[in-house]
């Protein structure tokens, strides 16, 4: 084990050893492995946003097996999906890469201004398909907010009670914030902390922008004048909000963008930022596999450095 893998584990005291084992199975799997970042490859997209606008552009997506394989060629930590994609897939890919169950989703058939996330798995399917983690949805800023908290700590403390990690999509979205206050700084800071106070191993949230939200945080955030201006700037900051840097962020690879170079001018935000890396679906698996595997290759390399 690296000394960097060792000093991640520190983080996470309390945990049994369980726990530990499958969150170095994470930081020691694919390309990566022993650095210390992460590049996980999430196909929740299916459920959340339809099969034709996931996976239309790029048909031979479709089949969950093409996710597998695509994550392990490309090198990737681990492989996250909701219960249906992993079953499709796991026997033939048996022990081949770490797999995160997406235990809640939701879909978009009923728009809602208060988004909340249906139960769609359970640590008993995580157990039973192999997974060293389960992963989750909250909606800081939803008006069903509490309860999607309560149904984190549930899940969370019965996943590490049977050994498994928690990692934990925390996306502000609801009809208390404005849209950009979805991706707010001062917002998605405090869904880093949220996530962190409920037990969260691993937090992924979207990268945020310099727009303030909240105008009690936009005082502080001036008086004690907090760098925000550049993109490794709110990295940085997002990264402290989360206990000082002791918990791992990693960040959403966003909707699809067809240019490369914006992409991966984002990773280097993220990298120069300290951030722990990236969980990237549309702008992977959207792209032709060979194209995939290109601009994974590129992120990897610039995590690596």
């Not at 650095?35 to 196909?43: A, F, H």
């Not at 699809?256 to 984002?266: I, P």
């Not at 890396?277 to 596999?289: A, E, L, P, V, Y």
């Amino acid at each position: 084990m690296t000394p960097r893998v060792e000093e991640i584990l520190g983080w996470y005291g309390a945990e049994n050893p369980g726990v530990l084992t499958n969150l170095s199975r994470l930081l020691n799997h694919g390309r990566l492995g022993g650095t210390g970042k992460l590049v996980i490859l999430p196909v929740d997209q299916g459920f959340e946003h339809g099969p034709a606008r996931s996976f239309a552009p790029n048909p031979p997506a479709y089949d969950p097996r093409y996710h597998f394989q695509l994550a392990i060629e490309a090198g990737c930590n681990a492989y996250a999906a909701p219960l249906g994609f992993i079953e499709a897939g796991v026997r033939d890919f048996a022990g081949q890469i770490p797999l995160i169950l997406k235990a809640n989703d939701s879909d978009v058939l009923h728009e809602d201004k208060d988004p909340s996330q249906a139960l769609t798995a359970s640590v008993d399917d995580a157990l039973r398909l192999g997974c060293c983690a389960i992963g989750f949805t909250i909606y800081p800023g939803s008006a069903h907010e509490t309860q999607m908290y309560g149904q984190l700590r549930a899940y969370a403390e019965e996943a590490k009670r049977r050994g498994l990690a928690v990692v934990v999509w925390s996306y502000p979205r609801g009809s208390s914030l404005s849209k950009d206050g979805e991706t707010a700084i001062d917002v998605v800071g405090y869904a880093a902390q949220i996530a962190a106070q409920l037990g969260a191993h691993i937090i992924k949230v979207k990268l945020p922008t310099s727009h303030i939200e909240q105008d009690a945080a936009r005082k502080i955030y001036e008086e004690q004048k907090i760098p925000i201006s550049t993109g490794p700037d709110r990295v940085r900051h997002i990264v402290q909000c989360a206990f000082a840097g002791r918990r791992i962020v990693i960040f959403s690879g966003g909707a699809a963008v067809s240019d490369d170079e914006t992409f991966l001018s984002e990773i280097r935000d993220i990298h120069a930022g300290g951030g722990f890396g990236s969980i990237i679906g549309r702008n992977s698996f959207q792209r032709t596999r060979d194209h995939a595997l290109r601009l994974l290759d590129q992120v990897m390399t610039i995590y690596a450095c």
